[in-house]
């Protein structure tokens, strides 16, 4: 077919990752890994840096400078993608440094790819790292390097973007991690579906073994042990339970030092460099969709934001979810992957396998960067079997923010992402006194204790956070064993806190 110059195209994919008990360890920084990531893509490419000057840079913003009092234990770099420019001997025409979310590497592959069909840009390094496994293991210690770094230069700073991932009523009920969160999502699914305790763990292990297989296999995996299904659900002292109804097993794993790169270009760019159009990956479909805050959300125990993304992306390459040949679903939690499958009707079990990487909690949960990695293992198999498809759904916040991508070598004209439909929306409060149900919980060792933390509603239709009240013995009992979705409590505040005991 005839292409048009003007269409992006990715040329380069690389990855990196090191580990303690790799022989040629050497405590890098984020910049470092990302710097490495970076030219295993230009070395993808075939193209050296250096040729590329005048591209736009765009990192992927690290946990450690993800929030206003986030902490960089070993410094980090003022300005995380010139500085990775500068190790490549690359001169950026613009620097680009995004806001929080696993959506991202996604949601920047389209928005450059729009900017590079625009003719804005022909040229465009995606790159993003993490080193928190090295960072935790140095800190505080003499021998501890020095990953600072004062580069100063042009950045566009998007800042944090953080305002629809957390609420201040959320954090007053200890809602302050991912894990609670997610927990409140995992159980209202499984009350959805009418499945006991039990029931519910029995088919999240079974949904990640599989995973912790295609983890084994991968070299960048930071946990590449093989479980079983009944080992990832059992509570030991190895296993502790983070939030129920999460063991350790089940949840994303920050500790890696990983980095992965995209580079992509126009056609007529990738023609200028001499790149081999067996190497030229498209972009057939994409679509991306935001979620109300948690608890303006018609529906907790599925996500209307990955439904429409996921069908958007699909609808957008002309295609249904039966021709896609690899899949990679953000696998942060359980929840996060039984809600793309339920949007498209998939089997947990689905034969072709629901992660290229070994997902979050085993190859890694690279901070905002997981999904770079994925686009990555996409376009290797893509090019093994040139005209086959593959999907890649990345998930930010607490599926806040949902991006999907449709990938092939086969060429095809670019797509702009179809306008995607909002949700119904519930009335949320902070603050409620008088009678109310349970529509979710998790349970959260805290301090020695379990801090039981609820959402309810009230016989009005409007949903707020609760703690369980520590004196109610009758409702931790419930929350620790029981069936507490469907109760009803009464609720009074207290020091801006929702304090709930049975009704």
Not at 310 to 332: E, K, P, Q, T, W
Not at 367 to 389: D, F, K, W
């Amino acid at each position: 077919m005839q292409i048009d110059p003007t269409t992006p195209i990715l040329i380069g994919v690389g990855q990196f990752s090191e580990k303690f008990d790799d022989p040629a360890y050497r405590a890098m920084s984020a910049v470092e890994l990302a710097a490495e990531a970076a030219r295993r893509a230009f070395d993808d490419a075939g193209v050296s840096p250096d040729r590329l000057t005048g591209a736009v840079v765009v990192g992927v913003r690290q946990f450690e400078a993800s929030h206003s009092k986030a902490v960089a234990p070993l410094g980090r770099s003022d300005n995380y993608p010139r500085s990775v420019a500068d190790r490549l001997g690359l001169e950026p025409a613009h620097a680009v440094y995004d806001v929080v979310g696993g959506d991202g590497p996604q949601r920047l592959v389209a928005e450059f790819g729009d900017q590079i069909a625009a003719g804005t840009t022909d040229a465009v390094l995606l790159v993003g790292s993490e080193a928190m496994s090295t960072a935790r293991h140095f800190a505080g210690r003499a021998d501890a390097p020095d990953h600072g770094e004062e580069r100063g230069g042009q950045l566009e700073d998007r800042g944090y973007g953080l305002d629809d991932m957390m609420s201040l009523s959320g954090i007053r009920h200890g809602l302050i991690g991912p894990p609670s969160q997610y927990a409140l999502l995992e159980h209202a699914r499984r009350a959805r579906l009418g499945l006991s305790r039990e029931a519910y763990a029995k088919a999240m292990g079974e949904l990640f073994a599989p995973f912790t297989e295609v983890a084994a296999a991968n070299p960048h995996s930071a946990a590449p042990t093989r479980r079983s299904a009944s080992e990832l659900v059992e509570i030991t002292e190895k296993n502790r339970l983070v939030a129920d109804p999460y063991p350790r097993f089940l949840v994303a794993r920050d500790q890696v030092n990983q980095g992965a790169a995209v580079l992509m270009t126009s056609v007529a760019r990738a023609r200028e460099l001499g790149i081999d159009p067996q190497r030229w990956v498209f972009l057939h479909g994409h679509a991306k969709a935001s979620a109300a805050p948690m608890l303006e959300r018609e529906s907790l125990g599925s996500s209307v934001a990955a439904d429409a993304a996921l069908r958007g992306a699909l609808a957008g390459a002309g295609v249904v979810i039966g021709d896609i040949d690899f899949l990679d679903i953000y696998s942060c939690f359980p929840v996060a992957v039984f809600a793309a499958c339920d949007a498209l009707g998939l089997d947990a079990d689905d034969p072709r396998g629901l992660t290229l990487t070994g997902g979050l909690p085993y190859f890694g949960g690279a901070g905002n960067n997981y999904s770079m990695h994925a686009i990555a293992e996409v376009v290797e198999r893509l090019r093994a079997r040139p005209g086959t498809l593959g999907l890649v759904a990345a998930n930010g916040g607490i599926i806040s923010k949902y991006a999907v991508g449709v990938y092939s070598t086969t060429p095809r004209a670019w797509q702009r992402a179809p306008e995607v439909g909002d949700e119904p929306r519930v009335v949320a409060v902070d603050e409620f006194t008088g009678d109310a149900v349970i529509e979710t919980f998790t349970v959260v060792p805290f301090g020695g204790n379990n801090l039981g933390i609820l959402v309810c509603r009230n016989d009005s239709g409007e949903r707020f956070y609760a703690h369980a009240l520590d004196s109610d013995a009758a409702l931790a009992e419930l929350l620790a064993s029981g069936e507490p979705i469907g109760r009803r409590v009464r609720v009074h505040t207290a020091d801006g806190r929702n304090l709930a005991e049975l009704g």
